[in-house]
Structures are given as C-alpha cells and as structure tokens.
Nanobody
Framework: QVQLVESGGGFVQAGGSLRLSCAAS????????MGWFRQAPGKEREFVAA????????AYANSVKGRFTIVRDNAKNTVYLQMNSLKPEDTAVYYC????????????????????WGQGTQVTVSS
C-alpha cells in the first residue's frame, strides 16, 4: 500500500476553482490507478474521477464531467484534481485513493478496488 496525503481544499464561492493535490509515498506510484472520491454530510462516498497508471484512460462522474480534470505526474508521485465552475453541491470531503489493479488495465469507479486512502480534504462551495 501507499500512503496518500491530500491538500488544496478550502472555501470558494460558486463558479470558482480549486486544485486538489494528492502526494503518494511508500510505494511505486506508477503501479497504481488513482481515483478521487467525495463524501458529503449524510451521504455515501461517491466516485468523482479516476486515471490509469500511465494516464492512458480516464473516467469522470457525470456530475463533474466538463468541470473537473484529473491529472497525474508520475515523476512527482502526485495526482491532481482541477475543479472549475464549482457548485454548492460539490461541497464535500474529497479523498484520494490508490487502486493496485493487480494486472487490470481498466480503471474502476468502485471504492472497494482502492486499497489506500488519504485522510481527506474539505471543499466548501458557497452559493
């Protein structure tokens, strides 16, 4: 497993932007598919975005498609989530997660496949 630390959360007005970062350590970062999930108060954790080991494939939740972009830098062991045109409904704790894949090329949106998680970073969007 790798250790993951998120940063970049904060308070922003609707329509604004934030960039989340997730730094990995303790493992070979390029061996992992990476994902972002979020959890709002009283709701289940939900998938936001994922990226393959070599940035060869991507997936986004319909609710963020066209507004959020996931990018990874394997040289820096970091994955980013650029969030634009933020809405109040984007308010949540955002978690970074690593999926070892075990030879699977395809990325997945299912949290159970991810075996390492960060502590989360709060994003609050005001109306």
């Amino acid at each position: 497993q790798v250790q993951l630390v998120e940063s970049g959360g904060g308070f922003v007005q609707a329509g604004g932007s934030l960039r989340l970062s997730c730094a990995a350590s303790g493992g070979t970062f390029s061996n992992y598919h990476m994902g972002w999930f979020r959890q709002a108060p009283g709701k289940e954790r939900e998938f936001v975005a994922a990226i393959g080991r070599n940035s060869s494939n991507y997936a986004y939740a319909n609710s963020v498609k066209g507004r959020f972009t996931i990018v990874r830098d394997n040289a820096k062991n970091t994955v980013y989530l650029q969030m634009n045109s933020l809405k109040p409904e984007d308010t949540a704790v955002y978690y970074c997660a690593a999926d070892p894949g075990f030879g699977r090329v395809l990325i997945t949106i299912y949290p159970s496949a991810y075996d390492s998680w960060g502590q989360g970073t709060q994003v609050t969007v005001s109306s």
